[in-house]
């Protein structure tokens, strides 16, 4: 019934480097301001879109029956990569070619979602290289990936980062295994960086168990957390208030309507505030959507193509 870890489709073999768009593009401001999202009382519901195969379009396509609200508040663009450079022996930041276009297109692809009230948040996952979160060698080379992630959320005007300890791989390509400090010295230089923009975590990998090292834990840097299986409940252990954690996990298509109605209700009823959901498509997914909508904030989904 649960759905452990999500799927992962790259066109890596075409992909960019986010260092070379960084040398190579202009920077990119967020343009008009939001309009006021309609008002809506409830949890924040979270979506991931596979950007290989999905539009980030499709967040804004739902809104609620009843007062016209997003369905969805914050959207994740999945995914950015944390690679490995074997010449320089440093973690790099990685787009690939989708990834690279949404980023590239921004005023088509992210800025219409921002304008509607939706924040737009970029994930970095692990890509077998042997560079994660968590294996930096030292202090300053956590702090120089923390600035090329902060680097690109200027660039691209987006609104944080997500992190998905997954697919590492550590030790590959003669990488050191995780260790208590690298993730700790990643989160405080990020946050330091970019102190009004989200920092999310996906519960999941060496990373997410080691938050806190030499006195510093940096659970309270972290907007939101969330259980990275999907169709299950399971509360994630960093120490924040309810209203940032999602112990809900819901893959659109695939869970089944009455787990995601099952689920929300539970979110509803013992006071959690984050709901989260993977997989959005181009599909109109709204009797899905409407599943946990109608527990969440007592209206149906509405899908406009």
């Given at each position: 019934m649960f759905t452990p870890v999500r799927s992962r489709v790259r066109t890596a073999a075409l992909a960019l480097s986010a260092i070379t768009a960084l040398a190579l593009g202009a920077t990119t401001t967020t343009g008009a301001a939001a309009a006021p999202a309609a008002a809506k009382q409830g949890?924040?519901?979270?979506?991931y879109v596979e950007v290989n195969n999905n539009s980030m379009l499709n967040v804004g396509k739902y809104t609620l029956a009843n007062g016209g609200g997003n369905v969805f508040d914050v959207a994740v663009i999945f995914a950015a990569n944390i690679n490995y450079d074997t010449g320089t022996k440093a973690a790099t930041l990685y787009f690939n070619e989708n990834v690279q276009r949404v980023l590239d297109n921004a005023v088509t692809q992210i800025r219409p979602l921002q304008q509607k009230g939706i924040k737009v948040v970029l994930s970095v996952l692990g890509n077998h290289q042997g560079a994660g979160f968590a294996n930096f060698p030292s202090q300053q080379a956590a702090s120089t990936f923390?600035?090329?992630?902060s680097d690109t959320v200027a660039k691209y005007g987006l609104d944080g980062i997500d992190f998905d300890d997954?697919?590492?791989e550590y030790g590959n390509n003669g990488t050191g295994q995780?260790?208590?400090?690298?993730?700790?010295?990643l989160v405080s230089a990020l946050r330091a960086n970019m102190p009004g923009k989200i920092i999310s975590l996906y519960n999941i990998g060496p990373a997410a168990s080691r938050?806190?090292?030499g006195g510093v834990d940096v659970s309270s840097k972290f907007d939101y957390a969330w259980n990275p299986y999907y169709g299950s409940w399971q509360v994630p252990g960093i120490a924040l208030p309810k209203s940032k954690l999602s112990p809900a996990a819901v893959r659109i298509g695939g869970t089944s309507q009455s787990t995601a109605a099952a689920l929300a209700r539970r979110t509803v009823s013992e006071g959690y505030g984050v709901y989260?959901?993977?997989?959005?498509d181009g599909a109109d997914r709204s009797a899905d959507v409407s599943a946990f909508t109608r527990e969440l904030?007592?209206?149906?989904?509405?899908y406009t193509p």
């Open positions: 949890p924040t519901s979270v979506a923390a600035k090329r992630l997954e697919y590492a995780p260790n208590a400090s690298s993730f700790v010295y938050l806190s090292y989260l959901t993977y997989n959005l904030y007592g209206s149906d989904a509405h």
